[in-house]
């Protein structure tokens, strides 16, 4: 068992987003020493979970589908399929408008409205939004 305090320092995560995720149903505390919540030591790995999830993109509510608040978790292989492949196509609009901004941080027009590839950049930024 660790305590709320502990599972803080050992994590990184304030005890306030540890309440939270409990509120949620992200972790389930199993008791209490005092007025302080305790958890089982499996927590940590629930927590890596969550974190590793919540980078990927993962919202809490879809994060909580996926491991629940007890048991074992049972990870949606579709929904991470479909959320690294999410990510691929991020990745590449990224790294486009990375390659537009060196262009345009480096560019010898005098000013940048005038380079015609930071055109074509603008109007694909605008195309995007609509």
């Given at each position: 068992m660790?305590?709320?305090?502990?599972?803080?320092?050992?994590?990184?995560?304030?005890?306030?987003?540890?309440?939270?995720?409990?509120e949620v149903g992200l972790i389930r505390s199993v008791?209490?020493?005092g007025l302080k919540r305790l958890y089982p030591d499996e927590v940590r790995m629930r927590l890596a979970l969550v974190s590793l999830a919540q980078g990927a993109g993962f919202s809490l509510a879809e994060i909580r589908q996926m491991i629940g608040a007890e048991g074992r978790p049972e990870l949606d292989r579709a929904a991470l399929t479909a959320k690294a492949?999410?990510?691929?196509?991020?990745?590449?609009?990224?790294?486009?408008?990375?390659?537009?901004?060196?262009?345009v941080a480096g560019c010898s027009a005098?000013?940048?409205?005038?380079?015609?590839?930071?055109?074509?950049?603008?109007?694909?930024?605008?195309?995007?939004?609509?």
């Open positions: 660790i305590d709320i305090s502990a599972l803080s320092r050992a994590t990184g995560h304030p005890a306030s987003k540890l309440r939270y995720y409990e008791g209490r020493r492949d999410e990510l691929a196509e991020r990745i590449k609009r990224l790294a486009v408008l990375e390659k537009g901004l060196r262009h005098e000013n940048h409205l005038d380079c015609p590839r930071f055109q074509r950049i603008m109007r694909v930024a605008l195309d995007r939004n609509r």
